[in-house]
């Protein structure tokens, strides 16, 4: 099945008792049993429930995986990864990423003795530079929230194997529309599934995708001895918002293009950062791994300043002043005091999520109001 068909059909088929095309909502905690363990296939709704079970078939349909996990947001799903590990276990990882992830990593899993090597990914000998005895995980993020790099997953997993290590690709800003990390050699896929996947800024979730058995069956563990669960309600939003990725993806694709080539074009921007523009430092790779560049791109002004980039998002009418991304509506942030303010302002400045950094989430809207919006709102 190819993938415009299977983000309607994959993992999908009419429901066995009536027939109904879409997974009904299973809305209920628990399951009879005619005796202690003889019941239908589900027992209690933590453990599992058929309304996020077609879900997460869809998931893997998607990624040409195996086994998938529908979690309650994205970084429950983070979460669940990293209790794979044991004090001690070392994790590289991307250094330019979410600043929950961060927040994840530095204030709860250092103080249960995770240690962690934030690193530039852009050389993947770095990455092997900092592999020991006690390393268990390479976290990548790609592209990178909120500067867009993009990491070499194939040339990661090989170093990863070599080293039998696990590979973990966040993939929340592609989408399996343009990336599939699985193929690449990824031991496990992650997607906040609140972005492009749910995709209409309704809902939170977060997934999982891997191929090997122990590995699925180890996160399952996890997943029902901590309970970071989705509901069935949202399971069905999402499966809705899924069945129109491909054509979202592709409209995202094309808004971004418009906007960033507007915006090089700017004289008040400094510097743009979208892996379509041929001066990307990583475009070559993303032309590889991905099927076009996708909808997030972000830009500072030659003005260089905070006030300055405050007032523009504040401008903005078409984009609102949001946290979160991947909706149909088009959005605008501010790193440095929104979705990336865990990270120490030092360690910002020196990635580059400087104070005047603003990020967008190129929405599907007519792309005429979209550079309009942005026209009135720069000057
Ligand atoms: O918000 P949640 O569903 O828990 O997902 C966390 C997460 C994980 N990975 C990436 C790459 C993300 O961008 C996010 C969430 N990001 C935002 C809310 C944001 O505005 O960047």
């Known amino acids: 099945m190819k993938f415009n068909t299977k983000t309607i059909h994959g993992g999908q088929e009419p429901d066995a008792a009536y027939g109904s095309v879409m997974p009904p909502i299973y809305q209920t905690s628990t399951f009879a049993q005619s005796t202690p363990g003889g019941h239908k296939g589900y027992e ?149 599934a609140t972005k492009y996947l749910g995709g209409h800024s309704d809902l939170v979730m977060g997934a999982l995708i891997v191929n090997d058995k122990v590995l699925a069956e180890r996160l399952y563990f996890i997943q029902n001895a901590s309970g970071a669960i989705c509901g069935p309600q949202d399971a069905f939003l999402a499966l809705r918002g899924i069945k129109t990725l491909h054509v979202r993806m592709q409209r995202h694709c094309e808004n971004a293009k418009v906007v960033a080539n507007y915006l090089v074009n700017h004289p008040k921007i400094n510097k743009v950062y979208w892996p379509g523009l041929k001066t990307h430092p990583n475009h070559d790779i993303a032309k590889t791994q991905m099927k076009d560049f996708g909808g997030m791109l972000s830009f500072t002004t030659k003005g260089d300043n905070y006030d300055e980039a405050i007032k523009i998002v504040e401008n903005l009418k078409v984009f609102t002043l949001a946290e979160s991304l991947g909706g149909v509506e088009s959005l605008a942030g501010h790193p440095a005091s929104m979705t990336h303010v865990s990270i120490p302002v030092e360690e910002r400045n020196k990635l580059g999520i400087v104070d005047s950094l603003i990020r967008l989430s190129v929405g599907i809207e007519d792309e005429a109001d979209l550079i309009a919006d942005l026209k009135q709102a720069i000057g």
């Open 44 to 192: 209690y709704a933590r453990s599992g429930n058929p309304t996020r079970y077609a879900l997460e078939k869809s998931f893997v349909s998607l990624e040409n995986g195996t086994y998938g996990l529908a979690f309650g947001s994205g970084l429950a799903a983070i979460d669940a990864v990293l209790k794979l590990l044991k004090p001690g276990d070392e994790v590289i990882s991307t250094n330019d990423l979410y600043g929950g992830t961060y927040r994840l990593f530095t204030k709860l899993f250092e103080n249960f003795g995770i240690v962690f090597h934030f690193v530039g990914m852009d050389s993947v000998q770095r990455i092997e530079d900092h592999i020991n005895a006690n390393t268990k995980l390479i976290w990548v993020e790609t592209p990178t929230n909120p500067l867009l790099n993009i990491i070499d997953i194939s040339a990661t997993a090989k170093i990863a194997k070599k080293h039998k290590v696990l590979l973990a690709v966040d993939s929340t800003f592609a989408t399996p529309y343009l990336q599939q990390p699985l193929d690449l050699g990824a031991d496990i896929v992650m997607h906040s």
